[in-house]
């Protein structure tokens, strides 16, 4: 069984730009939740994708927007980088429909820096 | 609203000391509960859950029971190693809609030969 996995691992980016990040989701989960994790701190919500819907948000602006293709990848994308930005990114997949669809499993996360 | 509060960090143990980290919940209805661990320069792994009043979780020596009068889920574990440390973080999730996971702060756990 394949786990999450995230691409890129580190990214750098400068204010003003713009950044995708990409998550190919566990096998066999049609679910995927992106968190933001800033340093010492627990991961917020960002969205989720269910069968390439957005299927809720959390407290984060518009410039913050995603994908879910068919085969369950994902993709954040994040326009006008801000400093704040600078954080640890997580996708989490899982199954809904089945009696674990609350358990989310966690990718190694991309870290990205913008300067 | 949704809240999970855990106790300060970071914590320090010597090798088989016994470990509890705090953490209590705020939320509507009947929340699941979870402990995730990060190991450093890693993302999150699932250590154990409850979904209802009076179960306990367990997994690799730690256990957490939901206790539903004190909204509390306390991490505990009778003998720690080495090995266990990291940060531990405290979630719960809603058994409806989106079901995405809030997330406490987290608690540093080293644990010391």
């Known amino acids: 069984e394949t786990g999450v996995t995230q691409s890129p691992t580190h990214l750098i980016k400068t204010r003003g730009q713009q950044v995708t990040l990409r998550c190919s989701s566990q096998?066999?989960?049609?679910?995927v939740s992106w968190y933001q994790q800033a340093l010492g701190q627990g991961p917020q919500f960002i969205f989720q994708?269910?069968?390439?819907?957005?299927?809720g948000r959390g407290n984060f602006p518009p410039r913050f927007s995603g994908l879910q293709f068919p085969n369950y990848s994902s993709e954040l994308n994040v326009n006008a980088l801000e400093l704040d930005d600078s954080a640890l990114y997580l996708c989490?997949?899982?199954?809904?429909?089945?009696?674990?669809?609350?358990?989310?499993?966690f990718g190694p996360g991309t870290r990205l820096t913008v300067l | 609203g949704n809240s999970v509060t855990q106790m300060e960090g970071p914590v320090t143990l010597s090798e088989e000391a016994f470990l509890t980290i705090n953490c209590t919940y705020t939320?509507?209805?009947?929340?699941?509960l979870f402990w995730y661990v990060q190991y450093p320069g890693e993302g999150l792994q699932l250590l154990l859950k409850?979904?209802?009043?009076?179960d306990k979780g367990s997994n690799k020596g730690f256990e957490a029971t939901y206790r539903k009068e004190t909204t509390s889920f306390h991490l505990e574990k009778g003998s720690v190693q080495v090995s266990d440390s990291a940060v531990y973080f405290c979630?719960?999730?809603?058994?409806?809609?989106?079901?995405?996971?809030?997330f406490g702060t987290g608690t540093r756990l080293t644990v010391i030969p």
């Open positions: 096998s066999g989960h049609n679910t």
């Open positions: 994708y269910y069968r390439e819907e957005e299927n």
């Open positions: 989490a997949s899982s199954l809904e429909g089945t009696p674990s669809t609350d358990t989310q499993y």
């Open positions: 979630a719960l999730s809603q058994q409806t809609g989106a079901n995405n996971l809030f």
């Open positions: 409850a979904t209802k009043a009076d």
């Open positions: 939320a509507t209805g009947y929340p699941s």
